[in-house]
C-alpha cells in the first residue's frame, strides 16, 4: 500500500498517506480490536480499582543497538514503570515523531520489535500517533510510549516505599550497566566492537512472579538513567533511613567493566534497562532471591545490601578495601541519549 | 534552582539537573498530588465503567503563534480527542523532547500555559518525562501528551459513529481554518502580518454542555489535521451513507479566506484545533445549535450538512452556484507541522 520506502511529510497529514501508514504498517502489526476502531481514543474497559498511568519518550542513538532497538525499549521502558510501581501492565499507547526520509524498512523493523514485545509483555497498544518533521528537525526517529496499569490493593504502596525500615534487604535481579554500554558499544564514531548486548526486557513478568510467589516487597524501581547508584541516592534522600550498599556483590559483566574503564564511567551509574531494585522485608529476603532466579530474567538476583538507621538521607556504598564512599546523584550527564 | 538560562543535556540525565528542572519548573506549575509523590507512575482511582485513552504528539512549528503556543496545543489537543470520545478528560500526561539550548524563559512559558490550559480544561498532569537531545537533533522542544477520560455509558458509541443515520445532521461550532492560518502567519519567513488567531481551546466543557443539555448526538470529531474536509471524507468512507455539506453556511474569516487564496490553500483542508464536527439526529439539532449558542465557544455553531442515503462512501459539498466537488483526503502534504 506504500508506494514509496522512505517516510514523506505527507505520511503525518492526516490525510491518504498517513491513512496507508496506518493501514499498511500499524495496523498490520499491532492489529487488535481497539486500534481497528480507529477512533480519536480507545475504548476500555475495568472492574474499578487503582490504576497507574506513566510516560516515557524515547530518543536513543543509535536506533538499532546490540540487544534491542527503539521499539523495543519503548515498550519495555513503559511496562517496567507500570510494573514497579506494583502494577499488572495492560494498555499502551505509542506516539511516533518521525524525521522526513527515514526508510521504511527500518520503521517497520521498529514497529514489529515493539509489537513483538508488547505480546511478550502481554500489553496491547490501543492508541497511537505519527507526526513527520522535514528533515533535519529530530534525528530519525523518537517514540513515546504511555501506559496504564491495573494495581492490587495490597500492592498499592510499592511505588511509594513508604513502608520500608532499617534492616529491609535490597536486591537486584543482575548485572548492571549493560544497556548503556550496548548503545555505547554501538555508536559509530567510537569504532569500538563488544559482544556486549542490552539487558532490555520486559520485567513484569519477574516483578508479578516474585510479588505473588515471595511475597514481602516494600519497594521496587528499575535502574534505567542513572544507573543503580541514581536509584540508591533517590531513594535515600530525604528519608529518615540510609542505604549501605556492598560493592563487591555487585554484578558487572567483565567486558562491561572494561569498555567502562577505558571510557571513564563508573558501572553503577551506567543505564540498565532490563533491571528492577527491589527492598525487601528481612524475614523475606531469601524467598526472593530463590524466586527471582527461577525466573529467566532473575538468574542472577543478588542481595545488594540494606536499610540502615545510620546516616539518614544518605547511599553509602563498600568499597570492599574497608573503605566506603556516597553514591550521589550525578551533577551532569554521563551519556546522553542512552534511552 | 536552576542556574543556567539554558537546558543543558545534564537536565535529561535524570540526576541532579533533571531533579532541579522537575523540582524548580514541572512542580512549580503543575503541583499536584500526583506529582508530588515523584513515583515512576501515577496511581489513579476508578469506580469502574468505561475509560478512553489516547496520545498526540505536538511538533508545531514555531512554538509561539497568535492564540496559544505548543504548551497550550498539547493540552487542547489530547483533552479534545477525549472529549469527542465522549469522555470527560480526567488526567494528562506530559513527555518533552528538549533541544540542548533551549532557553528555560521559553519552556516556563510552555510549561504556564500547560498548567493554566488544564486548570481550565478540569484535567490534572499526573506524571511525566523529559529528555533533552544534543543541540540540532530536534527543533527547540516536542510535547507528547496522553490522556484518560471516563465515559459515561450513554456516550459510548459517540467516538465510533455506528449510530449515525441518513437524515442526520452535521454541525460545526464555528469558523474553519483559524489554526493553520495563525501558526503560518507566524512563521518567519513569510514575513507576512495579520490579526488571525488560533481557536485552539480545550472544547470538553462546551461538548459535555450539548451532551447534557440538548443530547441526540451520534457522532463527534474534532477537525485538526486536514482540516473540516478530512473529518468528512473519513467519516463517508465505507460506510453505506454518504455526505452533503454546504459550502455557502460554512463560515471563515474573511481574513483567513484572503490568506488562503494568496497561498492557494482551501480553508476546509486547514487545521483547527478548536472545532468540533457532531453529528445529530434531526430533531435535534435545533437545539444543539440553540445550547452550542450559549457557550462561548459555540457562538458560531452552524449546521452545515446532512447524512444522505445518496452517494455512500462519499462526502460532498455543494458549491453554491448548483455545482458539486468531492471532499476528498489530501493524497499529500498540506502545511507540515502544523500540531
Not at 520506502?5 to 481497539?34: A, C, E, T
Request: hydrophobic content about 40%; aromatic content about 6%; charged content about 20%.
Amino acid at each position: 500500500m506504500i508506494a514509496t520506502d522512505k517516510v514523506l511529510l505527507g505520511h503525518g497529514s492526516g490525510g491518504k498517506l498517513s491513512h496507508n501508514l496506518i493501514s499498511g504498517l500499524f495496523m498490520k502489526h499491532f492489529s487488535n480490536p481497539f486500534l481497528l476502531k480507529q477512533t480519536d481514543s480507545a475504548v476500555l474497559e475495568f472492574t474499578g480499582g487503582h490504576l497507574s498511568f506513566t510516560t516515557d519518550s524515547f530518543v536513543v542513538d543509535p536506533i538499532f543497538f546490540p540487544g534491542g532497538d527503539i521499539g523495543k525499549l519503548a515498550v519495555c521502558g513503559t511496562v517496567n514503570d507500570l510494573a514497579v510501581s506494583g502494577s499488572s501492565p495492560l494498555y499502551l499507547s505509542a506516539g511516533f515523531i518521525i524525521e522526513e526520509g527515514f526508510p521504511f524498512n527500518e520503521l517497520e523493523i521498529i514497529v514489529r520489535s515493539m509489537a513483538d514485545e508488547a505480546k511478550k509483555a502481554g500489553v496491547i497498544i490501543v492508541t497511537g500517533d505519527t507526526k513527520v518533521v522535514n528533515r533535519g528537525k529530530c534525528d530519525k526517529v523518537f517514540i513515546n510510549t504511555a501506559g496504564i496499569g491495573y494495581i492490587k490493593q495490597e500492592n498499592l504502596h510499592i511505588g511509594e516505599g513508604s513502608r520500608i525500615m532499617p534492616g529491609d534487604k535490597i536486591i537486584i535481579n543482575g548485572t548492571v550497566g549493560d544497556h548503556g554500554m550496548a548503545v555505547l558499544s554501538a555508536r559509530q564514531e567510537l569504532n569500538i566492537k563488544s559482544n556486549i548486548a542490552s539487558d532490555c526486557a520486559s520485567l513484569n513478568g519477574l516483578i508479578s512472579h516474585v510479588l505473588d510467589e515471595a511475597g514481602g516487597i516494600r519497594f521496587m524501581r528499575d535502574a534505567t538513567r542513572g544507573g543503580l547508584a541514581t536509584v540508591m541516592a533517590e531513594l535515600a534522600e530525604k528519608k529518615n533511613f540510609g542505604i549501605m550498599v556492598e560493592e563487591s556483590v555487585i554484578m558487572v559483566r567483565p567486558d562491561v567493566r572494561a569498555f567502562c574503564e577505558l571510557l571513564g564511567f563508573d558501572p553503577l551509574y551506567v543505564a540498565n534497562e532490563g533491571k528492577v531494585v527491589m527492598v525487601a522485608e528481612p524475614d523475606s529476603a531469601q524467598k526472593v532471591i530463590q524466586v527471582m532466579k527461577s525466573h529467566e530474567l532473575g538468574k542472577d538476583a543478588t542481595i545488594i545490601g540494606e536499610i540502615s538507621a545510620e546516616n539518614p538521607g544518605k547511599a553509602w556504598i563498600s568499597t570492599g578495601i574497608g573503605g566506603k564512599r556516597i553514591l550521589d546523584m550525578l551533577a551532569g550527564e554521563q551519556l546522553p541519549r542512552i534511552c
